[in-house]
């Protein structure tokens, strides 16, 4: 009985992750590292720059934008998913901090202050997003905010080395708020019982950026009464005696900012009717 052999060869795949870093990588942030993949035997390249960030190309480019030191990471897969890994170092130098603010909300003129925490500045940088920028060698700085407005200030560390790192921390917003009381009367003189509608044009920058609610408080000016108050945004009062009043609102903002406005309406009296005359004298 004859005998018939055959014989398969079979190839398991053996990726080898290679890869080489630049020699000389920037010193300060932000920092391009341009890798290069000398893998072999490989399908698909996964790295992993050490910062939270990840890449499928097969050489990518990575910034660093803050220093520190990163383990890059080169994950290879051949057919059959087998794995080869290998990892570099990278070292970018630069001042690492944080900074924090106090007093983030007011009314104008608003003083806040800015600080920052580093083992390594020599030199902070304080942006006030208005155009004002100061630099010195203190952690802290006051600043007093003279316009209402949203502000993004932020802080810049200075290392020895003339390295510049935005100070970490959350994007806080610095909101100086103003308001502006106003208000207009359907008339601003009477002769007789008079219905005034009072028109309110207050504003304030928390109500036209945001929305935000304002509060009101008008006093009507009737001496000897307590009721000739109100808190709506455009009320009516009738008026009965014959005197001149001092109209007065108070409006309130979101964050507190008070302004106040005023307006006084004329009485005008009754022109008396003429006398007749009932005969001539000599």
């Avoid at 398991?12 to 000398?38: E, K, M, R, W, Y």
């Avoid at 106040?260 to 009296?269: C, G, K, M, V």
Wanted: glycine share 6%; proline share 6%.
């Amino acid at each position: 009985m004859a005998t018939e052999t055959k014989t398969q060869h079979l190839t398991v795949p053996d990726p080898q992750a290679i890869f080489t870093v630049p020699g000389q990588v920037a010193q300060c942030p932000p920092a391009l590292v341009s890798l290069d993949n000398q893998s072999t035997g490989y399908r698909d390249a996964v790295w992993d720059f050490g910062d939270n960030s990840r890449s499928d190309r097969d050489e990518p480019d990575h910034v660093y934008n803050l220093p520190g030191t990163y383990t890059i990471t080169l994950n290879v897969y051949s057919e059959g998913n087998c794995m080869s890994t290998t990892s570099h170092t990278v070292e970018i130098d630069g001042p690492i901090g944080t900074k924090s603010i106090v007093n983030k909300i007011g009314c104008a003129p608003h003083a806040t202050t800015f600080s920052a925490s580093s083992p390594n500045a020599v030199r902070y940088t304080f942006d006030m997003d208005n155009g004002t920028v100061e630099t010195t060698t203190s952690n802290s700085f006051t600043y007093q905010y003279t316009q209402p407005g949203v502000y993004y200030p932020r802080v810049v560390l200075e290392d020895a080395k003339g390295c510049k790192v935005p100070a970490q921390g959350l994007a806080d917003s610095i909101i100086v708020d103003k308001t502006t009381a106003g208000f207009t009367m359907s008339t601003l003189a009477a002769c007789d019982n008079a219905d005034i509608i009072f028109t309110n044009t207050s504003n304030s920058l928390s109500a036209a950026q945001h929305g935000d609610a304002m509060q009101y408080r008008w006093d009507f000016g009737v001496d000897g009464r307590t009721d000739d108050v109100s808190s709506d945004e455009h009320p009516r009062f009738s008026y009965t005696s014959a005197t001149d009043y001092r109209v007065k609102l108070v409006t309130v903002s979101r964050y507190g900012c008070e302004d106040s406005s005023f307006l006084t309406l004329r009485w005008i009296p009754n022109p008396k009717p003429p006398l007749h005359q009932q005969g001539r004298f000599a």
